[in-house]
């Protein structure tokens, strides 16, 4: 019986203290109060007791606990959290006047939990749409200004990561698919790249673009050999046919493919000759002369 009333007695008090409830001026005066003093940690326990267990908090208290509140996660290099807690007073708070401040901090912060550009760019796009809502919206705010420092960094972060692809295909071989990606990052990205490395880039890859066909351009003509021999020696007209179509569609990817080689060359030789022209100073002037040299030698 004893035993029991002790249970009984400990779950009550687990109970009243779970309820347990705070008039704001207790809280919330004392958590902005800690938080400019810059003691974040406890300003920071005061400040959720003010939000989630203060019943006489209004709207406007609750949203300035808040702002305070994702303000210290935010000074404390806590992004992950300041981003809980900005996306939520965005949420609740749409119209306040600290949203320019907010959606700002929020693009920093997503920023700053971005893996490197090699990796997956989700939260750099999200600091991007954060940036560019902020110009769109608040042009006016001085934050508006601040944001296209974030909007430069995420666009340079977006650059580097297609650099870090097409690198990647031509170290395979891959030099069409490479210079597609070179071209992307130059007409999509100019004022974030060196553009006579990535003119470079482009030209050396459509150069090359014969490398990554050469297994295949042999396949198709070992294919239409064979099928020439069984064309030759098919009597039935109907079969002979099916033949003479199948030789032309791989003819015609064949074709496809010397039609690719031989603009790749045509194109890197204009693009080398622009270089060479507009970028004379350029650290890949030797490489550029050198590529284009050998490109007009061979035809």
Do not use: W
């Not at 326990?45 to 989630?52: C, G, H, M, R, V």
């Not at 303000?71 to 006047?97: C, H, K, M």
């Not at 909007?151 to 071989?173: D, R, S, T, V």
Request: aromatic letters at 12%; a positive charge.
């Amino acid at each position: 019986m004893k035993k029991t009333f002790l249970i009984l007695l400990a779950a009550g008090l687990v109970f009243s203290c779970s309820e347990k409830t705070f008039k704001k001026e207790q809280v919330l005066t004392k958590g902005i109060e800690l938080y400019k003093k810059g003691e974040y940690d406890d300003a920071k326990e005061y400040l959720k007791k003010a939000i989630y267990k203060a019943p006489n908090m209004t709207t406007a208290d609750i949203m300035e606990a808040r702002y305070y509140l994702a303000n210290i996660y935010y000074q404390q290099g806590n992004y992950i959290d300041a981003i809980v807690e900005f996306e939520e007073y965005l949420a609740l708070f749409p119209t306040s006047p600290k949203v320019p401040e907010v959606l700002y901090k929020l693009a920093v912060s997503y920023l700053k939990i971005s893996p490197s550009p090699d990796r997956d760019l989700t939260y750099v796009r999200k600091a991007l749409e954060k940036a560019e809502e902020l110009i769109d919206n608040y042009p006016d705010s001085p934050y508006a200004k601040k944001a296209l420092e974030i909007i430069k960094q995420a666009k340079k972060m977006e650059a580097q990561h297609l650099i870090g692809i097409a690198y990647l295909y031509e170290k395979l071989g891959k030099h069409y698919s490479a210079s597609v990606y070179y071209n992307m990052v130059f007409d999509e990205y100019p004022d974030q790249i060196e553009k006579d490395y990535i003119i470079y880039k482009i030209a050396y890859n459509l150069a090359n673009t014969h490398k990554q066909y050469e297994d295949k351009i042999e396949e198709y003509r070992k294919k239409i050999k064979k099928l020439e021999e069984e064309i030759n020696g098919e009597k039935d007209l109907e079969k002979k046919n099916v033949l003479l179509n199948r030789k032309k569609l791989l003819e015609a990817q064949l074709n496809k493919l010397l039609d690719r080689i031989r603009e790749g060359r045509e194109k890197a030789v204009s693009i080398l000759k622009h270089g060479i022209e507009n970028y004379p100073d350029s650290k890949y002037k030797k490489q550029m002369k050198e590529l284009l040299k050998e490109l007009t030698k061979e035809g």
